[in-house]
């Protein structure tokens, strides 16, 4: 399946949601009068050896079968998150996970390590090989059920958020989501705030997820330095942070055990981490929690508002 090309006079933005310009907004409150919302989001992934062909995307970088990339994704599921848990389990963090839900059946001590901390589980899809390119809206329906039954099948949480597979989401995936009573998703990456999206039916929102301090981008990607890393994490923190006097944002930390899991990256995370909790006015929460809260308090209000203001 392809998608048209839009009249490129005609698309001027994507129409999944409203133009909110950051000044003048009304201000939006955390429990307990916090500032910031804190959430950490690790991406526990499985990635198949040989994966079928996609059309639109290699899943590797090299030909079937990659047994070196294979290793070092697989790295991050024998060692990297049980380093990470350890951590987390020192800090007080709890996690909310973008999980892979076929990493439930291939490795259930890690569905059991989750369940039993209490960590939220979100749908990352079934695999991180397998794609949403291409699909039809009933397909990417299928998905979302498939999903949404693997997670309450083996951790009894009902499924709140998305995040689509490698990214791969479509123009017709906020529908799909909102029609199954998913309540947010993280594949817009266009606000500090959590934000109503457009959709033909039901209540959705964007939750704010960082791919600039993601630890892909910054330690891969931008071939940065553990250290780099952590003062990018507290960088971010601190004009949010301060941002959030007025009305209140949210700070995403998202994850990989494959990228952080590495023995010389554990401890300047947990420096930066240490660093973001040891302040008051922050709230760590679950995506759950927050997109909750945004919902109950102020998604009605701020969509009203935003569709007198855009028409």
Same mark, same amino acid.
């Given at each position: ?153 083996? !951790? #009894? ?5 998305? =995040?689509? $597979?490698?990214?791969?989401?479509? &123009?017709?995936?906020?529908?799909? /989501? +909102? ?67 007025? !009305? #209140? ?5 998202? =994850?990989? $055990?494959?990228?952080?899991?590495? &023995?010389?990256?554990?401890?300047? /995370? +947990? ?41």
């Amino acid at each position: 399946m392809t998608w048209p090309i839009p009249d490129s006079d005609k698309a001027e933005t994507p129409g999944l949601y409203h133009f909110n310009p950051w000044r003048d907004r009304p201000r939006i409150e955390w429990p307990g009068g916090k500032r910031l919302a804190f959430w950490v989001a690790p991406n526990v992934e499985f990635y198949e050896l040989a994966p079928p062909a996609n059309p639109a995307r290699h899943s590797w970088f090299r030909p079937n079968p990659d047994v070196l990339h294979y290793g070092i994704r697989d790295f991050g599921n024998r060692v990297g998150f049980w380093r990470m848990a350890e951590m987390f389990d020192r800090l007080g963090v709890t996690a909310s996970i973008s999980l892979n839900v076929a990493v439930l059946d291939h490795f259930p001590e890690i569905g059991r390590a989750m369940a039993d901390r209490g960590w939220e589980l979100f749908s990352h899809g079934v695999y991180n090989t397998r794609y949403m390119y291409g699909m039809d809206p009933e397909q990417e329906a299928e998905l979302v059920r498939d999903v949404r039954d693997s997670i309450k099948r083996h !951790s #009894g949480q009902n499924l709140s958020g998305w =995040l689509s $597979p490698a990214l791969s989401n479509s &123009p017709q995936t906020m529908n799909v /989501l +909102a029609r199954e009573g998913v309540h947010y998703t993280l594949d817009l990456f266009h606000d500090d705030q959590p934000q109503p999206v457009i959709t033909d039916c039901g209540r959705l929102i964007s939750l704010p997820y960082s791919l600039q301090i993601n630890d892909w981008t910054a330690l891969h990607t931008g071939a940065g330095s553990p250290r780099d890393y952590a003062r990018m994490i507290k960088a971010q923190f601190d004009r949010l942070y301060a941002e959030g006097e007025e !009305s #209140g944002t949210v700070m995403c930390l998202p =994850l990989h $055990p494959w990228m952080i899991g590495y &023995p010389h990256r554990h401890g300047p /995370l +947990a420096e930066a981490i240490e660093y973001v909790l040891g302040h008051e006015g922050v709230w760590h929460a679950t995506a759950r929690e927050i997109a909750r809260h945004y919902l109950d308090h102020y998604h009605d209000r701020d969509l009203a508002r935003l569709q007198e203001m855009n028409g």
